[in-house]
Nanobody, 127 residues
Framework: QVELVESGGGSVQAGGSVKLSCVAS?????????MGWARQAPGKEREGIAR????????TYSDSVKGRFTVSQDNAKNTLYLEMDNVQPDDAAKYYC???????????????????WGQGTQVHVSS
């Protein structure tokens, strides 16, 4: 059973930073092919924003967050992180942590729609 629990959301001022965490069930290095983050704002579809391959740490980002957000993993803690810098009002959304057990579910074009996902953590941005 895959369980992903996000934390770290809250309110942040525009231009500020916030770091999200996601604790995964089991050994992420042994169990998951890739992990990452997606977000969903009210009235919008879920958007995959960051993905990391567990075996080599290679990352992919959406254009909307590239250069501002950083995804990383701590295998010893079975934890995934999303460091969000220079946060903008358009970044306000519910952020979801995801994990995939097989390569097809890691395809970035559909990231956010396949695999396993947590319940999410809300990020509010004040300008």
């Amino acid at each position: 059973q895959v369980e992903l629990v996000e934390s770290g959301g809250g309110s942040v001022q525009a231009g500020g930073s916030v770091k999200l965490s996601c604790v995964a069930s089991g050994d992420i290095n042994a169990n998951y092919f890739c992990m990452g983050w997606a977000r969903q704002a009210p009235g919008k579809e879920r958007e995959g924003i960051a993905r990391i391959y567990i075996n080599d740490g290679s990352t992919t980002y959406s254009d909307s967050v590239k250069g501002r957000f950083t995804v990383s993993q701590d295998n010893a803690k079975n934890t995934l992180y999303l460091e969000m810098d220079n946060v903008q009002p358009d970044d306000a959304a519910k952020y979801y942590c995801g994990a995939a057990l097989r390569p097809p579910d890691c395809y970035f074009g559909t990231w956010g729609t396949r695999g396993y996902w947590g319940q999410g953590t809300q990020v509010h941005v004040s300008s």
